[in-house]
């Protein structure tokens, strides 16, 4: 071959291959303006089509670039950086900082978030803020909640044609920390998320369905995950006063200025509120929560949060709807008036994140939780005792001791470019003096129900793979959970500890399609469970003890335009047994199997940059399969639900929020001759800044109204005048019109 001919050819060869030839790796670190790690950004080549995502610390590693590639480097909620690639980017660590900015539904981009949907939830948060422990929880599209004891007890949740009570079939976490309590003594899996103060919370993470490896105990219906901030953009506080003696006041102080390696805050609420009732709630309730974090060499990010809450109050109770249409109360009136308790949770939650190498992360908390509960209740009035009624007494005291660690590796099983994830953890509940007893104007104790000491443990260990082929992401999973419960009884005479082990396995199957960069579906199947409370284990000998749910969902998140967004997702949810420890009554009520099918539809909308609007609508077919037709029924399951409203975000200093919630009318028992009616009710608020640091605020709860039942029950009770029992809707009634000013300050 002449030498002149070789020469050409070569050249030839190394000039259209030279882009693969001398393709390389970029390292590079993300970081917000104070110089701290930003997590989940997007990195994408627009030339090779690579793409990353940032690691804890903040870090990525992107492969096959080459000189004069463009790289898109951004995360919602932050102005996107655009790099062309240099020699030096392939030779040096590439450092970029993203500069904070508002939220815009049209900047999203449907497959660059590492969960879509949670990223929805994300434009919510920032559309439309929190200032209201109540308020966390709606911001889960399609979850209805209502309070029913004078606003110091755990909310009765709704999702899914789900009466979940306070959480059997939701599970809860705050920074790692889980808010469902086991063999609770006031029902299994009772949540109480009053220790979050609304402010602190960064964001949302949720799931529907039994569908993740990392989530056990309780997650049958979905999963919510609150995230507290690492750092406060300025100190502030706050005071508001309205109707019904109410007043909040809210303290937020950053103790190190933003600092580049170490951010520290601390936050107090306390609250006071008498309610609309007859009888004075007499509610008052303080938050205190400080959380501190440093980053470490390598950006090791080392955090410690503290935190205590202690609550009391007042309450008239689920009142008969014989007794206001008699005239005998009015609807804010009380049978028994001496209903109540107090609470208090104390948290000590440390967490570590860190890059063991370059494509595996590690993730990790322990945390230390004290936690007491008294509550006096009377749902039956004089059904039981004539003389004296029947109010109850329910009181625990508890500590848990928590671990949860994970790690994450990016690798390649063959040429599919894999993400394994794997973690194992241990919760261990200790919770003494569990007692239900018979009591008298809440200070006298007629006789034991229920007394004893409940020791719990649950160990777990899982397993997800994220294969990415081409535009598919195929993601199987599986779960190992093992429980012991252990049960003294001290109202027998002789000592003797009742103890049960389970193991059970929960495998899992999750398949996306992203068809576009604005259009992803997805198939999710999967199988979760609920425990049970110990108190029942051991009486029922191992029998019904974590019960499953088989799940599947069809459905899609997609951006039609730029100012648009679309959810919607086809399920089913099959329980080999529908129950619930019910503490009120000491006893516990299977009811067999259950199936629901449901659809739910999201859309969101922003017509301006000022202008947001979303709604979420979820329509439920939920029925016992082991009872007749027309027997059937799932007592307050939800069929049909809608919930969303219009935002006003920052125009010239003027910032609003209409938000509406409707739930139709639902079966109170099992054959339906009992209806829980529905409500639609509609809340304001309104903000103006006066300056950078002053702005007024108002606030109008059911802005029209209307009368409403937030929470119902079908109950059999006998007044005293009466000879006989009457079972018939028993309800809370809904917060009439409401109105409250407040004003914030910004330093």
Same mark, same amino acid.
Do not use: C, M
């Given at each position: 071959m002449p030498p002149t001919y070789k020469f050409f050819k070569n050249f030839i060869i190394l000039?259209?291959?030279?882009?693969?030839?001398?393709?390389?790796?970029?390292?590079?670190?993300?970081?917000?303006?104070?110089?701290?790690?930003?997590?989940?950004?997007?990195?994408?080549?627009?030339n090779s089509s690579s793409h990353a995502h940032t690691l804890s610390n903040g870090t990525f590693i992107l492969e096959n670039n080459s000189i004069g590639d463009t790289l898109n480097i951004g995360l919602l909620g932050y102005e996107k950086a655009i790099v062309v690639v240099t020699d030096k980017h392939l030779k040096e660590e590439l450092k970029v900082t993203l500069i904070a900015k508002s939220i815009l539904l049209d900047e999203l981009v449907i497959t660059e978030q590492v969960n879509a949907l949670n990223s929805v939830a994300k434009v919510d948060l920032e559309t439309s803020p929190v200032n209201s422990s109540q308020e966390v929880l709606r911001k889960v599209p399609g979850l209805i909640i209502g309070q029913h004891a004078g606003g110091g007890k755990a909310e009765q949740i709704f999702l899914r044609g789900f009466d979940i009570d306070h959480g059997t079939d939701v599970s809860l976490v705050v920074d790692g920390m889980s808010v469902n309590m086991v063999s609770h003594a006031h029902g299994q899996g009772y949540s109480d998320l009053h220790f979050v103060i609304p402010e602190t919370i960064n964001n949302i993470n949720f799931g529907k369905?039994?569908?993740?490896? $990392?989530?056990? =105990?309780?997650?049958?219906?979905?999963? %919510?995950? *609150? $995230?507290?901030? =690492?750092?406060?953009?300025?100190?502030? %506080?706050? *005071?508001?006063?309205?109707?019904f003696n109410s007043m909040r006041t809210l303290g937020m102080f950053d103790l190190l200025n933003n600092s580049k390696n170490s951010n520290a805050y601390v936050a107090l609420e306390h609250i006071q509120f008498d309610g609309p009732y007859d009888s004075p709630q007499n509610f008052n309730r303080l938050n205190i929560f400080g959380k501190y974090?440093?980053?470490?060499?390598?950006?090791d990010r080392l955090s410690l949060s503290v935190s205590h809450f202690t609550s009391r109050w007042d309450a008239s109770g689920q009142i008969p709807q014989r007794a206001v249409d008699g005239g005998l109360i009015s609807r804010f009136g009380a049978?028994?008036?001496?209903?109540?308790?107090?609470?208090?949770?104390s948290n000590v939650n440390l967490s570590y994140d860190a890059i063991l190498k370059d494509d595996l992360q590690f993730k990790s908390n322990v945390f230390y939780t004290k936690y007491d509960f008294e509550?006096?209740?009377?749902?039956?009035?004089?059904?039981?005792d004539s003389t004296n009624g029947d109010q109850i007494k329910q009181h625990e005291s508890r500590s848990i001791f928590g671990l949860n660690t994970k790690f994450i590796k990016d690798t390649f099983v063959g040429d599919v470019e894999t993400t394994l994830s794997s973690g194992f953890g241990l919760r261990h509940d200790v919770v003494n003096d569990v007692e239900l007893s018979h009591t008298l104007n809440r200070n006298e104790t007629l006789n034991y129900l229920a007394l004893g000491n409940v020791n719990q443990t649950n160990m777990f260990g899982f397993l997800n793979a994220d294969f990415e082929l081409g535009k598919f992401v195929i993601s199987p999973a599986l779960r190992l959970d093992y429980f012991k419960f252990m049960y003294n009884d001290d109202l027998v005479t002789s000592y003797e500890t009742q103890a049960e082990t389970k193991t059970t396995l929960s495998p899992k199957l999750?398949?996306?399609?992203?068809?576009?960069?604005?259009?992803?579906?997805?198939?999710?199947?999967?199988?979760?469970?609920?425990?049970?409370?110990?108190?029942v284990v051991v009486q029922q000998n191992a029998k019904d003890i974590l019960p499953k749910a088989y799940g599947s969902d069809f459905g899609l998140v997609w951006k039609p335009t730029p100012k648009m967004v679309v959810n919607s997702a086809l399920w089913y949810l099959f329980l080999e047994q529908e129950f619930v420890y019910v503490g009120d009554a000491g006893i516990v009520e299977p009811s067999g199997k259950s199936e629901r099918l449901g659809i739910d539809l999201g859309v969101r909308y922003q017509f301006t940059d000022w202008l947001y609007f979303d709604t979420d609508a979820t329509y439920t077919h939920a029925r016992s399969t082991e009872e007749p037709s027309g027997a059937d029924y799932i007592p307050l399951a939800p069929d049909f639900t809608l919930t969303g409203g219009l935002a006003i975000n920052d125009l010239n200093g003027f910032s609003a929020g209409l938000r509406y919630r409707y739930?139709?009318?639902?079966?109170?028992?099992?054959?339906?001759?009992?209806?829980?009616?529905?409500?639609?009710v509609t809340d304001l608020n309104a903000n103006f800044k006066l300056n950078n640091n002053v702005t007024l605020g108002l606030a109008i709860e059911n802005l029209f109204d209307v009368e409403w039942n937030e929470t119902q029950f079908a109950t059999e009770s006998r007044l005293q005048s009466e000879p006989n029992p009457v079972e018939e809707i028993h309800f809370t009634p809904g917060t009439p019109f409401f109105v409250k000013g407040s004003v914030i300050y910004k330093f």
């Open positions: 000039f259209f291959l030279s882009p693969i030839l001398f393709a390389q790796n970029i390292k590079g670190v993300v970081s917000n303006q104070n110089g701290q790690p930003i997590e989940h950004v997007y990195v994408y080549n627009t369905g039994p569908y993740y490896a $990392n989530k056990g =105990d309780f997650n049958t219906a979905g999963y %919510v995950d *609150f $995230n507290t901030k =690492d750092h406060l953009k300025n100190s502030k %506080v706050s *005071f508001s006063l309205g109707q974090n440093t980053y470490l060499q390598g950006n049978i028994d008036d001496t209903e109540g308790g107090t609470t208090s949770r509550l006096y209740s009377n749902f039956t009035f004089f059904l039981d999750n398949v996306f399609f992203n068809q576009t960069k604005n259009l992803q579906w997805f198939l999710k199947s999967g199988i979760g469970f609920h425990s049970n409370d110990s108190r739930i139709d009318d639902r079966p109170a028992n099992e054959d339906n001759s009992i209806v829980a009616e529905g409500y639609f």
